[in-house]
């Protein structure tokens, strides 16, 4: 087979994961995740007076949590491997926290675009490797 008649296969395949049924779950549980991450943190800080900082560790934990088990059960529909699967998902997590520190520092700081700007990129692009990512190396069957 050709190289670019592999390159073409790969391209479809990778183009129906983000056609599927699952990644439609999946869009919908980080739009709500967004929403719920933003209410708590603003209850968390108006409500109970926390300041931003606590809120925020209080209100990550919280989110993580509920993102991992919707991602688990409804999106993925993974069952077992509950130990290796949380393992793999805060490895996840804290390389894309790298990452979107080292994108702020070099789009940002070094470069000079715009933070939002930059930031609402590096989401967008996190959003697509970690679909795949969830789907052939954290929730794996």
Known sequence: MKFSQTLRRLYYFFLGQFKSQQFRR???????????????LYLLKTTIGLTPVVAVIINQVGMAAYIFLLNKYWV????????????RYITLMIVNYGIAIGWMWFFNSYLGFN???????????????????YRFFVYRK
């Open 26 to 40: 999946y869009f919908t549980v980080g739009c709500s995740g967004v929403v719920l991450d933003l209410a708590s």
């Open 76 to 87: 993925f529909g993974s069952s077992g491997a509950f130990t290796r699967q949380v393992t």
């Open 115 to 133: 933070y939002l700007l930059m930031r609402l990129v590096n989401i967008a692009l996190s959003t697509v490797w970690n679909f795949l990512l």
